[in-house]
């Protein structure tokens, strides 16, 4: 039986992914990145297609000198015999309570008694899965952003009921994976990356709704002055750096006023609107099908730069 | 005297920055780049200390190859005269009104009748402006977003008297200049960008406040997740290409519950809050005085990388 102390021998632990969607075909990638043993892995999913689905898919999440792996990884439709000698059960299947419920009560039967269970949930929190496991304290939300296999961030948020040692295990493996997990000290509704990222498509959709400007208009924005710049820095480091020697608080001072007025008038669109049939003919007619090689190489060059910077300059490098 | 007809010979135009802070320096060391011969640019401020102050500060937003044009630049301390020549006039003063107000008035009567005239106010609309002028056709609002001599978004917001031709002028010349700017189609509080990133800072406030992550947590996921995506792609663009095969449409249909708790639950902070206190007392901590040169080098070049990877898998490129 393969390890399952995943504080130890990493590249030797047995990793289950559960659901075989964009979300578990990345994060397959980053782990194969790192396995010395592609059979080490194994993909879990219902779908009659999966050998072909993973063997048409599965490489495009790789580099070139790791597609031969690719046939290596091992395949399952049914969670029992998948899980039963995992160091990490890693489930990335439907946004759904019932099946993520009904799940953990399976892997937690027939997974080893330390293995760490990771939700990759963007909305329902480990309290609410975790009801029925004999042992709730097991279950954990790492929350992937994505593509996963290429930006670092994850979330992690325990439950109430979280132990300790399922966190600090957590957050170390991903650290020694290159990854950036951030602990969360609370559950709540979104998590916080989505939480950030749909207000501020909420009122994305608002200005476009509103005839201000159109989807195109509105991607140029960002890319030309937000993105670069947290790409770099967050919103509060650079806004601190905007300020001057006031810092944050000397900005808002300033322009305290237009911030209010911003916030007061900000759009309250809702899901289902009367927004939905412009924003998404906009967005159909502006993008169509997307080049996603072009977006992953762009993602992954940003990131390279901000790390080569901040090392040619000394400042803390994750 | 030097042309004003920004439409064709820039290289000689005369440009004529009002106010020497930090977005004036910045545009400033922008129009130095292109512009043939440094005198040609004029800087206007009532601080006494100016000649000391542009020459200590000016040359940390050039290349060092540039840093000798720093003492030919021409500097006022009173509008008219700097003016009479000018085909660019950028006002980058106080947000106030009154002031504004007042300046463009006075633009107005010594400036050249074909002169552009630019405020790079945050909030306040060029129809607010352009109260006291006999022509308001002549005024528009170019937002730049700090710092504008390296991020090259400009958001154009003509008042409903500004003229389709000083739209126009204004639009082409910053193209040429290798800048984006980004026409709204009509006049709203704080613009876009600023609306954008006020409502995600609203948000960010809020969960530092609520203590369910650090400032620096904050930061470490934005520069981990959206900033790099948004660098490439902006938001649209980029759910669109994360829904598959469904595109935006499709992923709100699977998150769509997610999402609308995260905007039924948004946090409601406002200027002058309780949360002023922790949020900048976090950041004093975790900043302190920032290095704005390793910002700078970071900012340009991810826009660069953005660029080079478009360019090589052949995407148009603005």
Known sequence: MASVNV????????????????????????????LKTPSNLTIVDVRPDLESHILRSLPAFLPQSLHPCVPQVKLASSVPAAVKDSGIVQECGPENLAFKSALWSEVEEHAPPDALFWTSTSGI?????????????????????????????LEIVPSPQTSQ????????????????????????TGFVAGRLAWVLLREAIHLVDQGIVTV?????????????????????????????????????????PTVQACWDDAGQVNIGGAWEAKVFGQVREAYGALDLEERDVANRRVLEVVQEVKKDTGSSVD
């Open 165 to 188: 040692s399922v966190i600090d295990r957590t957050v170390e493996f991903l650290r020694r994976r290159g990854r950036e997990p951030v602990l969360l000290q609370k559950e709540i």
């Open 125 to 153: 929190p480990a309290s609410r899965q975790n009801a029925h496991m004999r042992d709730p304290s097991r279950l954990i939300v790492v929350h992937p952003f994505n593509p996963p296999h290429i930006l670092p961030l």
């Open 7 to 34: 504080t130890g021998d990493d590249a030797n632990l047995r990793i289950t992914i559960i659901g075989a969607g964009t979300i578990g075909l990345s994060l397959a990638a980053l782990h194969l990145t790192y």
């Open 216 to 256: 195109e208009q509105l991607d140029t924005i960002l890319e030309t002055s937000m993105g670069p710049r947290w790409a770099y820095a967050g919103p509060f480091k650079s806004f601190h750096a905007g300020g001057g020697p006031g810092g944050l608080e000397g900005l808002l001072k300033n322009v305290g």
